[in-house]
Every structure is written in C-alpha cells, then in structure tokens.
C-alpha cells in the first residue's frame, strides 16, 4: 500500500490557530498512479467510472435544459394568456366605451329630433279656401296662424305647377295671417290648388320677433329659400257655400 502512495497529491491540513505546528502532510493516491486491478468497483475501472460520471452529468445537464426549457414555455405560454386576457378585457372596455358613446348619441340625437319636433309649426290638417268678391273678382283665401314666430315661404300646388303665395317673410306669434289662393270665377266648382307647402325657419337676429333656434342640423333662413327646417303639405279644404233659394 506504501507503494501506491508515492508520487500522490500532497493536502496540508491547518489544525492549530498558527497552523505551523500543526501541518500534517497527507498523501493521497493519484489516479492515473492506480493500478487498474485496485480501483475496479462493480468490474468497472476507474476510467469506466469517469465515462459513467460524464454521462451522468450529461445527462443530468440535459434533463435539466429539458425542465428549463418547459417552465420556459410554460412561462412563455402564460405570459401569452396573460397578454391575450389584457388584450380582450381592453377590447371589451373599447366596446363599452363604443357602446356608451353611441347610447349617448341616440339619446341626444333622440332630443334633438323632439326638440325639433316641439319646436315646429303644428299642422292645421287642412287650410279652409273662403271664397270672397273683391275688387278684382272673386278669390279664394286662406289663412294661417303659428304659435312663435317663423320665417316663411309657401307656395300652392295644383297637382304640376306651384304658384307663389304671397306672405310676410316674417309671421308673428299667434296672429292670424290671410292669403291670397287663387281666382275663383263664380262657376268654379272646386279650388284648382290641391294643397299649399310652407317652409318654415326659425327667426334671425334682423326679424322684429323674439329670436330662437332648433339645436338640429336642417337648413336655417338667412336666405328663406330652398329646403326648409320645417316643411308642411298642408291640403286646401274647401265647400261650397249652400244656395240660398228665393221665394
Ligand atoms: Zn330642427
């Protein structure tokens, strides 16, 4: 055994507090100075353990980039969940959003369209023709009343042509305004304008009435010509007077 111990690693041991007293040296054996018969465990020399050992380590070595590389995906995987979860939960809060401002804006919009409504001239089913002898012969007249005050244009239409009606430009509030429908000759059976078309709008700075106005997009009047805020068809009534029988 003396034998095997030469030419080995020497170890010194520190064992006291100076440590110069107490060096012990200790031979080890060398591995590469072992005779392969004394080192065989299991009929596997040292060589063959060292290949073992290497394997081993390898092998270890690669189980575990195998569970680092599943955590890894895992990880990989749940992070993916995760941004796919932020991902939907913004869009549905986008969607909310979406909704609420498109509820917002029907309900405005619904408003608006009532307010427009509640402004308006209300429609009076029919205006009454009242045929009457005038200087330049026998007319047909209307008349009409709104309850604020309105620009106005309107014309008559017999069915294929309009005709003018003479109006203010500007109607004052709850009073009545007479009008001029057509000539009626006297055996005139019936009033050839079918109905008259008013646009209405709602008064500017310069009328001599209380200003407003409708919070909707239509047309204002600066101009009272072209497409109305609001347009009525309203149709032409009329009947004859009963004939009065002499004695
Ligand atoms: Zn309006």
Redesign the pocket.
Known sequence: MSACLSGGIDFYVLAGRSGLDSIRSIRWPSMSSVPPTEWQFLGLNADNWIAISSAVVALLGVALAVRYARRSAKAAQESAQVGRDAAQAGKEAADAARRSAEEAATISQIE?ER??DD??PAHPGEIVAVAEQTSGGRSLFGSITVARGYRVKATGWNGTASTLISLPLVLHANQPYRFHIEHFPADAQKPTTEELRFAFWSPIAEDEVPTWS?????PTGEQADGAG??ELRVPVGYRRPPRVRGF
């Open positions: 608006r307010r427009h402004l308006g409708c919070p909707c997009s239509r805020h609001w």
